[in-house]
Structure formats: C-alpha cells, structure tokens
C-alpha cells in the first residue's frame, strides 16, 4: 500500500518534471534573457529522483511480495526465487517501462552535464526534446501501463514471471541491455531535432552526441547477442535466430543505427550527407518506438488484438507524432542547413561509407517489410499470412556479402579519391591470406560456398586490418602498436567491431551448411550414433524445486569408449503453465557445439533432438566483440575530446582541399589513420 | 620499380589460389538436393511462435515433418505438397508467400528501394577533376616528411597538452 503511492509519487514526480523541462527548455530559447540553468537543472533532477523512486519502489515491493501492489500480484510470486523477483521487473510491459524510463532520465542527466549555461542553445533544445520525450513515457507510466495500481483484495500469492523468463540467468540482463540502446538513441533523437529547431548548421550535433550514440549503439549490439544466446540456451529449438517479429524489432534500428554510426564520420570529416544524417537519426529513434509497439503490442498475433490493451494505440500514436513532427521540421530547416559540398568520387573512404549506408539501410527496409507485411496483408484484406527465414534469408545473405565486401575495401580506401593502384597495393596481402585460406577450405573438403566465400573475406579483413596498423606504426613494438590503437580509438574500435562482425557472419554460414542434426526416440539403455560420438539415453532424475519440477534426462555422450561428457537436458514444470520448458543441454567446445534437446519424455522413452554446430563460439565472441569496438571508440579521456569541439578545428583537422595535388599525394604515400590524424578519433 | 617482380609473383600466386577455389567449388557441384529438409523450412509450425516445422519441437510440427516425408517419397512435386498444407492450414502456414497476387510486394519493393537508393548514390558523385600525376620527386619529399611526422608524432606523444 505504502509501496503503491510511493511509486506512484514518484512516477508523477517524474511526470511534472519532464513537462517542467521541456516548458522551460523551450522557453529558454525563445527568451535566454530570462532563463537560467537551475530552471532546467531542477526539472533534470526531478526526473532522475521521480523515476529512482519508481523504480527502486517497484524492485522492493517484488522483493517483499507486496501483492497489494498490481505488477507484483500479476508477476512475481513467493516462490520465486530472489534473482528472478528482481528481473520480474522487467518481464512485463508496465514495469518495462518503469525500467525505460529510469533509463531515459539517467541520459538526460548526462545530456545536462553537458549543457553549461543557457547559451548553449543547441544543448537547451535537446533537453526540451528529452523533456517532451520523457513526458511520454512518464505519461503511460502514469495512466495505462501503471504497475502501482492498488488492488483492494490482494491475493495471497501471484503466478510468478513468465516460464521463459525465469529459466536462464542471461535473462537477467539481456534487456536492460537492449533498453539502454534503445534508449539511448533519443540522445541523438534530440540533438538533431534541436538543431533543426534552432537552425544550428555544422557537426556540433553529431560530436556532442557521439559519446551517447556509440555506447547506446554498443548496448544494442550486446543486447542483440545475449537475446540471440538466449535464444539459443533457453528455447531448445536448436536455432538462435527466428527472424521473429520480436527479434527484428531489434535489429532494425540496430541497421539504422549502424548506418548512422558511418554516415556522421563522413560528415564529420568531409562536411557531407548532413540531411542523410538528420533522416536516420530520426529514422532510428521512431524505429525505436515503432519496435516497442510491435513487441509491445500483440499487433504481430493479429492486427485486431493490439487494441485489447491501450498500451498499443498509445506507442502507435507516439510513432506517429514523432515521424510526422520530425519529418515537418526536417522538411522546413534540413533544405537551409544542408551541406553544399560534394562527393568527388565513390571510389573514396566516404563512397564506401555511401555503399555501407544504401546497403544497410536496404537491410532495415527488408526487415521491416518482412516483418509489417502480414500486419498490412491483414489489415486490409483480413487475410492471415507469414514471411518467415526464407524470405529474410533471401534477402540476408546477399546484403550481408555485400557489406562484408565493403567492410573489406572502406576502411583501407583513402579520403576525396583512391586510384586502383593504390587500393591494390592495400589489398593485396590481405587478399592473398584470404584465397590461401578459401583454397586450404576446399583442398580440405569443404563444399559449402558460403563457407568458403566468408572465410576468405573475413581472413581478408583481419588480414588488411593488421597490415594496416603495422604500416601505419614507425616500429612494431607492442607498446607502439597499442598507442596506435588507443589514440585512434574511432578507427580502430571500428576495425574491432568489424572483426567481430567477421565472427559472427562466420558462425552464420557455419551454422548453416555444416551443423548436422537427428532426431531420435530412445528407451533406456539405448544409444543413436551422432556427430562421430555414441549417445546413450541412461535414465532420468525429478528435482522439485520451490518455483518448478524439473525432470532432466541423463545421456553419456561417447568418443570410442571413453565417457566425454554427461549432457543433462530438462523438462522444466511450472505451476502456473501447462506445458512444460525445455532446457536443452549445450555442450561447447572450441571445435563443436553438442546440442541436447528433450521433446517428449514419458515411460522409459525419450525424444531428444541432437544437433552439432561448428564453431558455435564465434558467434558469441564475435557479438562480444561488436560491442566491444563500440566501447573501445568511445572510451579515452574526456579532456583531449573536448578540444576541438569547435567546427574551426574540425576545419584545421580536414585535410587543406585548396591543393587537390598535395592531398592525392598524402593519400597516395600515405595509411589513413597516420595522415589523417585524429580528427578520426572524434568522427 | 625494384619489387615489379614479387608484385608479379604475389599476382599470380593470388591468381592460382583463386582458381583452386573456384575450381574445387565447382567440380564438386551442389550437394544433393533435401528436399525435404527445403520444405520444411518453408512450413509454419501452426503451434509454435514463427518458426517453421522443421525447427519445432513441438508435435504437430513432427507429425508434419512425416507428412511432407511421405508425399515427397510418393513423389509429389514442392508446389503439390504447399498447396497441401495451404488447403488445410491456409496461406498462413507458408513461410514464403508465393511470389503472385499480394505477395509480389515482397520483391517490388526492396528492388525498388535499392535502385532508387543506388540511382542517388551514383548521382551523388561528381566529376572529380584529373588530378596529375605527381613527380618521383615530389613523391619522395612527401614520403620523408611524413615519416618525420609520423615518428616525432608518436614521440612527443607524453607532451601534449
């Protein structure tokens, strides 16, 4: 009860603060005379201290069973074990949002840091967006997504979070993380939108925004590979990507993002594509709210049960208001603010990057297709269809070979125009390590192209990227090379995060054409030959635990006739849902995954899926490794970043244009990090 | 140029190289066609949430499985056993909606999107002008001074304000 007007005061708390800011954020730039910091400070630490409350609120009132409060009666349970009570609070839409929002006032704190005094009007605009933004989310906590309604007669216990989400600890943090990417994409969101609003022309936007684009885009990028690992150590389908509408709501403006991420050093850097980088800042964020809605929303199930909860018109309506009100003020400032220069040639850095931001966003535009087209089909014509893995991966597989071509040829092409001679002489040693890997593949008898297409390009990247930082270092001690590394983060976390794409698309293609899978029906005693091992159904145990019954078959997995492993997978029962979970058993190891899934078990008699993935590793590693480069470019001291912030820096920092000559000669003699300097770090 | 001749080495190994891979691939052909497996992958399992039949656990989705197994023993064609499954669960069951009627939206509009999106790249670049050739000269005074760069760069690296 206390709990309940406690979360709820700060939920509203919340609410006055973000109306607060945005009203004074954008009186201030009518009249600076007039305003102050502390009138946009004061709303800040409202918001922060409303949505603290809230959240912190919530996590107690799970934690002490409090089924008085409706989230937790609808949720949670005594049986629940703690861990689980705590990421209750996100299993559900209204204490999502509660997360959301906490999320959301954590980053305008950050956005405020940055604004010193009222001058600053790009960064006042900002906030008042962050304000109205907020506003929102604060609003649906508030009305028809409050988790801190009262319920007279509480009820003595409550069902518990969702079977699936109580299964696997990665759970636990595999969508906080999404959130923070999520959220943290309405930084840039509002920067962009302020700079249209107060006409502010130049890359101001984009530099201050960096920081909080990257590590949004960083958390994404994780968050996307814990969901996919969860996928793949929760469901027991033997899969790790369903392109189910849930999952493509994420990647979606990831794409954009990612897209974003390569368009803003282009302007940064050569003072192009400025309106290009306004449409997908906005595209990215309303794709954000678009995704929430889809997932939020049972739109996906049927076009005629998103109405059930008001929730879903809510979101829909926002995504509304947002593409058309950003659209209008990009339509009226975008044309004045526009960059007059040019490409000079695409076979360039920044024609590479033009390449990577048509395919990427081609990607986001299929995916999106593909996952609203049965919405629309049903909308207009009431008929039920689907679009599933054969249409994505048609589409997929040659956009993602595409981009790791780009990947292989952008990052080592100079600035304004290369010449083939130049880029041959790049490539070349990369090339060679490649096809000497592709020709080992098929001299040792791999069959698949994909397989042998992705390792020599993905040896070509790896290959080109360390011939780069070897040329680019006067010696090749380990303390040079590392400097290099850490004074040219933007670059070289990039250069991280493209091997760790490399990785990924590896695992892919593996997992597609050389995993192997059977299907078998065992009585106890019985063994299936798998993968070169013996596997033997040996019998099973019952665990009752105090959330759930697990019945967890036992196999000796065999090699020859030694016992190399005891795979355990369960049937997991909980009390409030039918059919039960299963938990496969993974078994990995730096050659293979051995992959143990139960579907039926009754009697003495078991059904267990097997599959083998290759290298099953590299998918995960290589995800971490995505995020990693986006961290790495992030990180380095604040102090340096800070100095030229000014556009006439960024200016002195551009190679001189004037003397198109000198500047084909620096490109020509020169590796891009070196002559180009550190302009790079901050793009 | 000194190293004319190990570019011409490396040049032909890499073509070698290529050419083994290409060959291999090749002479080793498509692997058999699963059919069965392909059509699988196309089925919804009516049960599950988006995934096909061949990735569900589920029962409907092994009772399924046999199905397709049985037709395409008995020798059906692919197009006889969807139009089965859609007689019986309806369009939704196809993963791939056919490309006729409503479903040719799937390929219109990515085409679409992409040339437009290639048609403004291409018309985003400009002549560039010839930019000459620059002397052996020039080309070493260049080089020298950015080595110099480059190494007292690094050197004064602690100094930096």
């Known amino acids: 009860m206390i709990l309940a007007a406690a979360g709820w005061a700060g939920v509203m708390l919340g609410l006055a603060s973000s109306i607060a800011l945005a009203v004074f954020g954008f009186r201030a730039l009518r009249r600076p005379d007039r305003a102050t910091r502390g009138q946009l400070q004061q709303p800040v630490v409202g918001m922060v201290t409303g949505a603290a409350v809230a959240f912190i609120t919530l996590e107690i009132a799970l934690l002490t069973d409090d089924f008085a409060v409706s989230f937790v009666a609808g949720n949670s349970s005594r049986a629940t074990p703690v861990l689980f009570k705590l990421t209750a609070a996100w299993s559900a839409l209204e204490g999502s949002i509660v997360l959301w929002i906490a999320v959301l006032a954590g980053f305008t704190a950050v956005v405020l840091r940055q604004v010193r005094s009222v001058d600053d009007r790009l960064g006042v605009g900002a906030l008042a967006f962050m304000g109205l933004v907020a506003t929102f989310f604060f609003g649906l906590v508030s009305t028809v997504a409050n988790p801190f309604e009262v319920l007279a007669q509480p009820p003595a216990d409550g069902p518990g979070p969702n079977a699936l989400l109580q299964n696997h600890l990665l759970v636990t943090i595999h969508p906080p993380l999404l959130y923070l990417g999520y959220v943290g994409f309405t930084v840039p969101f509002a920067f962009a939108m302020s700079a249209l609003l107060t006409r502010t022309p130049g890359v101001d936007w984009l530099r201050r925004t960096r920081r909080a684009n990257l590590v949004a885009w960083s958390f994404l990028s994780a968050g996307l590979v814990l969901g996919a690992w969860w996928s793949y150590e929760v469901l027991g389908w033997g899969g790790f990507w369903a392109w189910d509408p849930v999952e493509n709501a994420a990647l979606i403006p990831w794409l954009t993002a990612t897209a974003f991420i390569h368009s803003a050093v282009v302007q940064v850097r050569r003072g192009i594509l400025q309106s290009w980088n306004f449409v997908l800042v906005l595209t990215t964020f309303a794709l954000t709210i678009l995704g929430t809605f889809l997932t939020r929303s049972s739109v996906v199930a049927s076009v005629h049960s998103f109405t059930q909860s008001p929730v879903g018109p809510a979101l829909l309506g926002f995504f509304v208001v947002v593409v058309v009100g950003g659209f209008t003020l990009f339509a009226l400032r975008a044309p004045r603010l526009a960059s007059p220069d040019r490409l000079e040639s695409l076979a360039s850095r920044e024609g590479a990057f033009l390449v990577n931001n048509l395919l990427l966003s081609l990607f986001a535009f299929v995916v999106l297709l593909g996952t609203l087209y049965p919405v629309f089909v049903e909308a207009f014509t009431g008929a039920q269809t689907s679009v599933g893995r054969p249409f994505f991966d048609r589409m997929a597989v040659p956009i993602s070979f595409a981009l790791l071509l780009a990947m292989g040829v952008g990052p080592f092409t100079p600035y304004r125009a290369a010449n083939g001679r130049l880029l041959w002489e790049r490539l070349r040693p990369a090339l060679l390590a490649g096809s000497l890997v592709s020709a080992g593949l098929v001299v040792a008898g791999v069959r698949s192209v994909a397989v042998v297409a992705v390792a020599l390009l993905a040896t070509a990247i790896v290959a080109a990227s360390a011939r780069q930082l070897f040329t680019s270092a006067p010696d090749r001690r380990p303390a040079t090379l590392f400097r290099i590394l850490r004074r040219q983060r933007g670059y070289w976390g990039g250069q991280v995060s493209h091997i760790g794409l490399v990785l990924v698309a590896l695992a892919i293609a593996v997992s597609a054409d050389l995993s192997e899978r059977t299907t078998a029906t065992l009585r106890q005693g019985e063994s299936v030959e798998f993968g070169g091992y013996t596997v033997t159904y040996t019998g099973n145990e019952t665990i009752q635990r105090s959330h759930r019954t697990e019945v967890a078959a036992e196999f000796q997995i065999r090699e020859g006739t030694d016992v190399v492993r005891i795979a355990g997978p369960s049937l997991n029962q909980y009390p409030s849902q039918q059919q039960a979970v299963a938990t496969p058993s993974v078994w990995s190891t730096p050659r293979e995954d051995i992959y143990v899934a139960l579907t039926s078990l009754e009697d003495g008699q078991v059904s267990v899926n097997l599959y083998r993935y290759p290298l099953m590793w590299t998918l995960w590693a290589g995800g971490l490794l995505v995020a990693a480069g986006g961290f790495w470019a992030v990180g380095g001291s604040p102090r340096r970043r800070v100095r030229d912030t000014t556009p006439a820096a960024a200016e002195a920092n551009a190679p001189a244009s004037s003397d198109a000559g000198a500047a084909q000669a620096v490109a020509v003699l020169s590796d891009p990090p070196a002559a180009q300097g550190e302009g790079q770090d901050r793009a | ?161």
């Open chain 2, 1 to 161: 140029m000194p190293d004319r001749r190990r570019v011409g080495v490396t040049s032909a190994l890499l073509l070698a190289l290529l050419t083994v891979t290409v060959v291999g691939l090749i002479a080793a052909g498509p692997g058999p066609r699963d059919r069965v497996a392909e059509l699988e992958g196309q089925l919804r399992c009516p049960v599950c949430k988006s995934v096909s039949i061949a990735e569900s656990p589920s029962e409907t989705a092994v009772a399924m499985r046999r199905s397709v197994a049985e037709q395409v023993a008995a020798g059906r064609n692919d197009a006889e056993i969807l139009q089965y499954f859609e007689a019986r669960y309806g369009e939704w069951v196809l993963l791939d909606p056919p490309a006729q009627g409503r479903g040719v939206w799937l390929l219109v509009l990515p085409a679409v999107v992409a040339v437009g999106g290639l048609a403004l790249v291409l018309t985003r670049a400009r002549r560039s002008p010839a930019v000459p050739e620059l002397s052996d000269g020039d080309r070493d005074r260049v080089a020298a001074a950015l080595a110099d760069a480059r190494t007292r760069r690094y050197q004064d690296e602690d100094d930096e304000p």
